[in-house]
């Protein structure tokens, strides 16, 4: 269960809140991104969600209920490699939403992962694997969190997070042109969660090319960490 929002006013802004349950994790900053790791049983450590040097951020949250069309079938692309690949800049954005338009994007079996990527000038991607995309040239502002947005509140699922999409919904729309990151972590302090507990509040100031996290909903206790603006690596 996670939040991903962007906003787009006065600068390009993402905010990430990882909800995570008996799942070992940790956030690794390097000069190519600040990557948020989890440990597989299978693969190690994996790079699943954060930001890269290039300005554009990953997030996958899972989507509920669980929809069996996300199953792996045939020669579909794996959402989860989709992402990585993006996030360690192995592929580009416009690469990547040009796989999404062409080819069947799966998920895990009985698990639908969706993907919110966005990109340095604040185009948003929205992937569900067996449902479709939505691609957005940079919206003002957009709320994913563990529902389709294809079917919205149509389908009922206790952690679906409609309530956390409604509170983010109505800050980010309330929000002025000035916004920033502080009130970035607003929003995210607001969707947080303590059940399936909060453990990484990220926020990518993709103009200024700085990442900020906390980790456990320690508000006052933030990380950064900044790449060079001129950054094109691949």
Same mark, same amino acid.
């Given at each position: 269960?996670?939040?991903?929002?962007?906003?787009?006013?006065?600068?390009?802004?993402?905010?990430?809140?990882?909800?995570?349950?008996?799942?070992?994790?940790?956030?690794?900053? %390097? +000069?190519?991104?600040?990557?948020?790791?989890?440990?597989?049983?299978?693969?190690? #450590?994996?790079?699943?969600? %954060?930001?890269?040097?290039?300005?554009?951020?990953? %997030?996958?949250?899972?989507? #509920?209920?669980? *929809? *069996?069309?996300?199953?792996?079938?045939?020669?579909?692309?794996?959402?989860?490699?989709?992402?990585?690949?993006?996030?360690?800049?192995?592929?580009?954005?416009?690469?990547?939403?040009?796989?999404?338009?062409?080819?069947?994007?799966?998920?895990?079996?009985?698990?639908?992962?969706?993907?919110?990527?966005?990109?340095?000038?604040?185009?948003?991607?929205?992937?569900?694997?067996?449902?479709?995309?939505?691609?957005?040239?940079?919206?003002?502002?957009?709320?994913?969190?563990?529902?389709?947005?294809?079917?919205?509140?149509? &389908?009922?699922?206790?952690?679906?997070?409609?309530?956390?999409?409604?509170?983010?919904?109505?800050?980010?729309? &309330?929000?002025?042109? +000035?916004?920033?990151?502080?009130?970035?972590?607003?929003?995210?302090?607001?969707?947080?969660?303590?059940?399936?507990?909060?453990?990484?509040?990220?926020?990518?100031?993709?103009?200024?090319?700085?990442?900020?996290?906390?980790?456990?909903?320690?508000?006052?206790?933030?990380?950064?960490?900044?790449?060079?603006?001129?950054?094109? &690596?691949?």
């Amino acid at each position: 269960m996670c939040t991903s929002i962007i906003s787009n006013r006065n600068k390009t802004l993402v905010g990430w809140n990882l909800d995570l349950l008996d799942m070992e994790y940790r956030v690794t900053p %390097g +000069d190519r991104g600040v990557y948020i790791e989890i440990n597989e049983a299978k693969e190690g #450590w994996m790079p699943i969600f %954060g930001a890269n040097a290039r300005g554009e951020f990953v %997030g996958m949250p899972a989507c #509920w209920p669980f *929809d *069996d069309r996300s199953d792996p079938k045939g020669n579909d692309i794996n959402i989860i490699m989709l992402d990585i690949d993006l996030l360690l800049m192995k592929k580009t954005f416009a690469e990547t939403k040009d796989i999404v338009e062409k080819q069947a994007i799966s998920s895990v079996p009985g698990v639908t992962f969706m993907g919110s990527l966005s990109d340095s000038s604040g185009n948003l991607l929205h992937i569900v694997p067996g449902q479709g995309y939505k691609y957005y040239e940079k919206p003002s502002y957009k709320v994913l969190t563990n529902f389709s947005p294809f079917k919205m509140d149509r &389908e009922k699922h206790p952690w679906m997070g409609w309530d956390r999409y409604q509170i983010a919904e109505k800050m980010l729309k &309330e929000a002025g042109e +000035d916004i920033d990151v502080a009130d970035i972590f607003d929003v995210l302090k607001a969707a947080s969660q303590t059940v399936c507990p909060t453990v990484v509040s990220m926020v990518y100031d993709v103009t200024e090319r700085r990442v900020y996290w906390c980790e456990n909903r320690e508000w006052d206790r933030i990380s950064s960490k900044s790449f060079d603006k001129k950054s094109k &690596e691949g």
